[in-house]
């Protein structure tokens, strides 16, 4: 009997949907922070079996997106203010990493890819449209990280890139960041004269003046907070959301989006 066309299914391939889907839910904030989950009812929307599902959330929770109780419950995790503050630096240091490394590898197409991400992140705080600011924002920087390849440095960037990006979707309606394509535009042009070193002390800058916006921003919001809050480098006391979850209808086969 032939089996021609017939394929094993991988298992680690869906727990790599479901952790795909729930960290993208997750960050966006359409799961909420504080909100419990329930490894049955995310198995039963997924279509899939309550193992890949349980190892997916213990993937968040290696991350910081999900805390488990033993015997209680398990949630999204809230919004710490003090877990981005931290996360900048560490962001900072690993994207200037990845750009110095990847320069040697970047060539005219990269150039015109980055050249189209900037140009999203404009017209995106143009339109003032948080979510698709980050999204060209992210779409900008992973071109380093994918020419620099190396999966240990894609690791770790994931993990403090979720903390801060939910901190940006979650405190802020407007977003108003407008030095950073700019920014962007002086990280090309090293890129395109070759200078590794440059360019990745320009992609520290840009991470590290973003962490500086973004504390301002965390003072406005919070003018109580104003006093408490010395430098991003240091700690806060912890601020929760009141956001409420909310509701989805994806269908049972899709894995893509919660």
């Known amino acids: 009997m032939s089996h021609t066309g017939i394929q094993k299914i ?28 329930n490894d049955t009812e995310l198995a039963a929307h997924f279509g899939v079996s309550r193992t890949p599902v349980r190892e997916a959330l213990k993937r968040l929770e290696d991350e910081g997106l999900i805390e488990s109780f033993p015997g209680a419950i398990t949630r ?19 994207h200037a990493l990845a750009t110095r490394l990847a320069v040697p590898h970047l060539h005219e197409q990269h150039w015109h890819e980055l050249e189209q991400a900037n140009a999203k992140l404009i017209q995106a705080l143009q339109q003032q449209n948080a979510l698709a600011a980050i999204e060209a924002d992210d779409e900008f920087h992973r071109i380093f990280v994918q020419a620099c390849a190396n999966p240990e440095l894609e690791k770790a960037l994931r993990s403090v890139m979720s903390k801060i990006r939910r901190l940006e979707l979650a405190k802020f309606s407007r977003i108003d960041h407008t030095h950073s394509p700019e920014d962007h535009k002086r990280i090309i042009a090293a890129c395109q004269q070759g200078d590794a070193v440059l360019a990745a002390a320009e992609m520290e800058h840009n991470w590290l003046s973003l962490a500086e916006w973004l504390e301002l921003e965390l003072q406005k919001a919070s003018p109580s907070d104003a006093t408490a809050s010395e430098s991003i480098a240091e700690d806060d006391q912890p601020h929760q ?10 269908k049972q086969e899709s894995t893509n989006s919660l």
């Open 10 to 37: 991988n298992r680690t391939s869906l727990r790599d949907q479901v952790y795909t889907a729930l960290r993208q839910s997750i960050v966006t904030l359409e799961l909420a922070p504080e909100q419990k989950l």
């Open 76 to 94: 999204i995790a809230p919004l710490y203010n003090d877990a981005a503050r931290h996360a900048f630096p560490v962001a900072a240091a690993l």
């Open 241 to 250: 959301t009141n956001k409420q979850p909310s509701t989805t209808n994806t």
